[in-house]
């Protein structure tokens, strides 16, 4: 039975020992790497590309191709019958022609029919000359047109493009820093309850300790069986704490683990564990420039770039009321040849023109849609400045927040320092038999909240030191 538990020991060992090392950047790189959210930003990022890319398109000529096919039952005849036209002959005597007619040879006037004199010569023209086969008429044309002046409208889609792609990217880092801060708060919570799982285990030992020093002395006749009683109700405390940490810091293993995009089942081993304190890292400075700070922020920047998208929709909407200039050119083929007397076969040619549009009078729907634009911009730099002015508050607040956290840390220390030396008064007393057991005990509830306050203002130090880096845009 020892060789097997010394078996299961040794595995457990092997196991701990294969278990990977991880820092808190490698926490921060795996949740980076493996967060859906930034996934989705990313490809959103990709999307605004694409839009600008199409925007940019606008400047180049469009080439079209199109073709149509039309089925006809009918022919097409241009007359309903035989036409018969009259023929005009050259007069020597008035020097230009004159239409030959026929005359009454009594009288040698001209004779009328319907009014009309009748003509002496005609040419006839048959229906069927005039008649052209339209059951398969085929048109096709390769066009091509060139804006050359849209009012500004394509410059402005460009610039209204390219801060999309600019806002799209800004809001990807913001959620990264999201997720760094989301990473960092798991991680040091990990850490924090790691202590304090030793702390809880000191803790068990030294009642566990006294419980055996209780119990001789009931053994010996100088205790009492309500102090062993009492000492062993505060020893079913410390384990079932115990139990709670223990609890608690599998549960936050398993959200650093689903942050960090990995199975829940999975168990990191952090980097800052296992030491015997956490520390409160490098101290930061308590002046910084704003308008640093506002270049940093992501979300500031990305509605910083909102306000010029709002600028340049006011020139997409003034460009409506300013000229449009385009040209274009065709090549062009149809069937019957129109261009050949309606001969059955393709007829080709080439056109090239421009088109010019100039808007006079709309009722005063385009300079009302440029000052609605135009309202709307003003409204978003508002926006803006509420956003500065919550940000420069938020980074105040942070900052007191971290201060104060510095200052309980500091505390912590000195009350530690004070509790240490009542235990081991405490102890050395109760050893000695001028102190007691409910001294002890008190003893050790302050110095378990002493080492406890202490481990949370070791984390609360980091946890702020995290949200001030965040609220600063630093990091990502």
Same mark, same amino acid.
């Given at each position: 039975?020892?060789?097997?538990?010394?078996?299961?020991?040794?595995?457990?060992?092997?196991?701990?020992?294969?278990?990977?090392?991880?820092?808190?950047?490698?926490?921060?790189?795996?949740?980076?790497?493996?967060?859906?959210?930034?996934?989705?930003?990313?490809?959103?990022?990709?999307?605004?590309?694409?839009?600008?890319?199409?925007?940019?398109?606008?400047?180049?000529?469009?080439?079209?191709?199109?073709?149509?096919?039309?089925?006809?039952?009918?022919?097409?005849?241009?007359?309903?019958?035989?036409?018969?036209?009259?023929?005009?002959?050259?007069?020597?005597?008035?020097?230009?022609?004159?239409?030959?007619?026929?005359?009454?040879?009594?009288?040698?006037?001209?004779?009328?029919?319907?009014?009309?004199?009748?003509?002496?010569?005609?040419?006839?023209?048959?229906?069927?000359?005039?008649?052209?086969?339209?059951?398969?008429?085929?048109?096709?044309?390769?066009?091509?047109?060139?804006?050359?002046?849209?009012?500004?409208?394509?410059?402005?889609?460009?610039?209204?493009?390219?801060?999309?792609?600019?806002?799209?990217?800004?809001?990807?880092?913001?959620?990264?820093?999201?997720?760094?801060?989301?990473?960092?708060?798991?991680?040091?919570?990990?850490?924090?309850?790691?202590?304090?799982?030793?702390?809880?285990?000191?803790?068990?030992?030294?009642?566990?300790?006294? /419980?055996? %020093?209780? +119990? @001789?002395?009931? !053994?010996?006749? $100088?205790?009492? #069986?309500?102090? =062993?009683?009492?000492?062993?109700?505060?020893?079913?405390?410390? /384990?079932? %704490?115990? +139990? @709670?940490?223990? !609890?608690?810091? $599998?549960?936050? #293993?398993?959200? =650093?683990?689903?942050?960090?995009?990995?199975?829940?089942?999975?168990?990191?081993?952090?980097?800052?564990?296992? !030491?015997?304190? $956490?520390?409160?890292?490098?101290?930061?400075?308590?002046?910084?420039?704003?308008?640093?700070?506002?270049?940093?922020?992501?979300?500031?920047?990305?509605?910083?770039?909102?306000?010029?998208?709002?600028?340049?929709?006011?020139?997409?909407?003034?460009?409506?009321?300013?000229?449009?200039?385009?040209?274009?050119?065709?090549?062009?083929?149809?069937?019957?040849?129109?261009?050949?007397?309606?001969?059955?076969?393709?007829?080709?040619?080439?056109?090239?023109?421009?088109?010019?549009?100039?808007?006079?009078?709309?009722g005063g729907g385009l300079s009302n849609k440029v000052r609605q634009a135009e309202v709307?911009?003003?409204?978003?730099?508002?926006?803006?400045?509420?956003?500065?002015?919550?940000?420069?508050?938020?980074?105040?607040?942070?900052?007191?927040?971290?201060?104060?956290?510095?200052?309980?840390?500091?505390?912590?220390?000195?009350?530690?320092?004070?509790?240490?030396?009542?235990?081991?008064?405490?102890?050395?007393?109760?050893?000695?038999?001028?102190?007691?057991?409910?001294?002890?005990?008190?003893?050790?509830?302050?110095?378990?909240?002493?080492?406890s306050e202490k481990i949370d203002a070791e984390i609360d130090v980091r946890l702020c030191?995290t949200y001030l880096s965040k609220v600063l845009g630093e990091g990502v």
């Amino acid at each position: 039975m020892r060789k097997f538990t010394l078996l299961i020991c040794l595995l457990g060992a092997l196991v701990a020992l294969a278990q990977p090392v991880v820092s808190l950047d490698s926490c921060r790189a795996m949740a980076l790497r493996n967060n859906k959210e930034i996934r989705q930003a990313t490809l959103e990022i990709e999307k605004a590309h694409y839009q600008h890319k199409e925007a940019h398109a606008a400047y180049l000529p469009n080439i079209d191709f199109q073709a149509s096919y039309i089925y006809n039952q009918k022919k097409l005849s241009l007359l309903e019958n035989d036409a018969y036209l009259p023929i005009k002959t050259f007069d020597l005597l008035s020097q230009d022609y004159e239409y030959l007619v026929v005359v009454n040879p009594v009288t040698g006037e001209p004779v009328l029919h319907d009014g009309q004199p009748i003509p002496l010569q005609v040419a006839m023209l048959p229906k069927d000359a005039m008649t052209f086969n339209i059951h398969n008429i085929m048109a096709g044309a390769v066009t091509l047109t060139q804006p050359i002046y849209m009012g500004g409208k394509i410059k402005a889609m460009n610039e209204i493009t390219r801060y999309a792609e600019e806002i799209a990217r800004s809001m990807r880092d913001n959620k990264a820093q999201d997720v760094v801060y989301n990473v960092d708060a798991a991680y040091w919570q990990v850490v924090s309850l790691k202590a304090k799982q030793r702390l809880a285990e000191s803790y068990v030992n030294l009642v566990e300790s006294l /419980q055996k %020093d209780v +119990t @001789k002395m009931l !053994n010996e006749g $100088v205790a009492t #069986r309500s102090t =062993l009683l009492a000492v062993d109700v505060r020893l079913n405390e410390a /384990q079932v %704490d115990l +139990t @709670k940490v223990n !609890n608690g810091l $599998v549960l936050s #293993r398993m959200l =650093l683990a689903q942050l960090c995009g990995l199975p829940v089942e999975t168990v990191l081993h952090l980097a800052d564990e296992d !030491n015997e304190t $956490v520390g409160t890292g490098v101290l930061r400075p308590t002046d910084y420039d704003m308008e640093l700070v506002y270049a940093r922020r992501k979300d500031v920047r990305a509605l910083t770039l909102a306000t010029e998208v709002y600028d340049q929709k006011v020139k997409v909407a003034r460009s409506e009321m300013l000229p449009q200039v385009a040209a274009f050119g065709a090549y062009h083929a149809t069937n019957p040849n129109t261009y050949n007397g309606f001969k059955n076969r393709f007829g080709l040619a080439f056109s090239v023109g421009a088109m010019v549009k100039v808007p006079i009078w709309h009722g005063g729907g385009l300079s009302n849609k440029v000052r609605q634009a135009e309202v709307e911009a003003k409204a978003k730099r508002l926006e803006l400045a509420d956003v500065q002015e919550k940000v420069a508050l938020q980074v105040n607040q942070a900052k007191f927040r971290y201060q104060e956290a510095l200052k309980t840390y500091s505390m912590t220390q000195t009350n530690l320092a004070k509790a240490d030396e009542n235990l081991r008064m405490a102890q050395v007393a109760f050893k000695e038999g001028v102190g007691t057991s409910d001294e002890v005990m008190a003893a050790q509830t302050a110095w378990l909240k002493a080492n406890s306050e202490k481990i949370d203002a070791e984390i609360d130090v980091r946890l702020c030191d995290t949200y001030l880096s965040k609220v600063l845009g630093e990091g990502v």
